[in-house]
């Protein structure tokens, strides 16, 4: 999932974390088949980086949206063991990305 030897039960359950607790957060009344459903609809699915850029762009105004992104995505690279150099770079890619565009918005 997030690179070429993913430890997939420990992606798969901060990916479930991640979906319950947004989930929730956004009023959405989900059951536990809607989740793995979901998360089996994700397995497999690798965005570019840009289209992962431009998600963190359409979460920057949010606060709460860009943590909760953020602290998912270090989970996940995190979850293998190993942080590569591509999921850090992409990281903070992310995050200057978010940063410009709340900066120009100020």
Do not use: C, W
Request: charged content about 35%; hydrophobic content about 40%; cysteine-free.
């Amino acid at each position: 999932m997030a690179d070429g030897e993913p430890n997939e039960q420990a992606e798969l359950n901060i990916m479930r974390n991640y979906v319950i607790d947004r989930s929730a957060r956004l009023g959405l009344d989900i059951t536990h088949v809607d989740v793995e459903e979901i998360l089996e609809a994700a397995k497999g699915l690798a965005p570019s980086d840009q289209a992962a850029l431009s998600v963190i762009r359409a979460f920057a105004s949010d606060d709460e949206a860009l943590k909760e992104l953020f602290q998912a995505a270090v989970s996940l690279a995190r979850s293998d063991g190993d942080e590569a150099e591509d999921e850090v770079g992409l990281l903070k890619r992310m995050l200057a990305s978010a940063r410009r565009k709340r900066d120009k918005s100020s």
